[in-house]
T-cell receptor
C-alpha cells in the first residue's frame, strides 16, 4: 500500500488560511486522495477527497500536484473549532471483496491560536 | 439519526478475559470497519467487511476476531485480552463500492486491560 507523509504538527492563527501538506510519492494512478479530521475525543470525520483535479467543498479545498505525488488541504479561514488531527489517506481500488482499505497514518495535529 | 453506534463506550478487563465490542449502523451501508487508536497515535485498521458474511484482515488483526452478523452489525471479539490491547476502538461504515461515500465513524469504545 502506498504511504503518506505529513508533518506531525502545525500552528495557525485564527481566521487565517491554513495549508496542510501531504506527500505521497508512491501513489498509484488509481489511488484516491482522502482527507479526514479527528476532533478531540471524537471519531474521525470526512473532509474531502480527489483524484487528479483540485476540489472544493464547504469545509475545505484540496489542491493536488500535477504529478499527484503531493497534495495540500486548504482551510480558508481557520477557526478554533478546526483544531484537530488531519489525516491524509490514499484509498486504493477495491480488493477482491469489493470494498476499500482505508489506512490512516499519524496525521498532522493542527493548533489554532486565538 | 443514530449513524454508527458502538457499545460499550467504556470497559475495563483483566488480562485473559474475553469480551465483544458491538457496532451497528442504520445507514444501510455495505462496508464496515474496525480500527484501534492507541494514545497519541493514529488509527490502525484491524478488520473490515465488504458485506454480510465477508471479512478481511487489516494491519493489526492478531488477537481479534470479527463477525459480520448481518448488514447492520459488525462485532469485534477479544478472546483473551492483553494489556497491549488497551486502546480506543472505532467502528466505521461506508456505502460500498464506488467513488463517493465516505467513512462514517462511531464515537469509540475505550478499553482498558489490566
Amino acid at each position: 500500500d502506498a504511504k503518506t507523509t505529513q508533518p506531525n504538527s502545525m500552528e495557525s492563527n485564527e481566521e487565517e488560511p491554513v495549508h496542510l501538506p501531504c506527500n505521497h510519492s508512491t501513489i498509484s494512478g488509481t489511488d484516491y486522495i482522502h482527507w479526514y479530521r479527528q476532533l478531540p475525543s471524537q471519531g474521525p470525520e470526512y473532509v474531502i477527497h480527489g483524484l487528479t483535479s483540485n476540489v472544493n467543498n464547504r469545509m475545505a479545498s484540496l489542491a493536488i500536484a500535477e504529478d499527484r505525488k503531493s497534495s495540500t488541504l486548504i482551510l480558508h479561514r481557520a477557526t478554533l473549532r478546526d483544531a484537530a488531527v488531519y489525516y491524509c489517506i490514499l484509498r486504493p481500488p477495491g480488493g477482491k471483496s469489493g470494498t476499500y482499505k482505508y489506512i490512516f497514518g499519524t496525521g498532522t495535529r493542527l493548533k489554532v491560536l486565538a | 439519526n443514530a449513524g454508527v453506534t458502538q457499545t460499550p463506550k467504556f470497559q475495563v478487563l483483566k488480562t485473559g478475559q474475553s469480551m465483544t465490542l458491538q457496532c451497528a449502523q442504520d445507514m444501510n451501508h455495505n462496508s464496515m470497519y474496525w480500527y484501534r487508536q492507541d494514545p497519541g497515535m493514529g488509527l490502525r485498521l484491524i478488520y473490515y467487511s465488504a458485506s454480510e458474511g465477508t471479512t478481511d484482515k487489516g494491519e493489526v488483526p492478531n488477537g481479534y476476531n470479527v463477525s459480520r452478523l448481518n448488514k447492520r452489525e459488525f462485532s469485534l471479539r477479544l478472546e483473551s485480552a492483553a494489556p497491549s490491547q488497551t486502546s480506543v476502538y472505532f467502528c466505521a461504515s461506508r456505502p460500498g463500492q464506488g467513488v463517493t461515500g465516505e467513512l462514517f465513524f462511531g464515537e469509540g469504545s475505550r478499553l482498558t486491560v489490566l
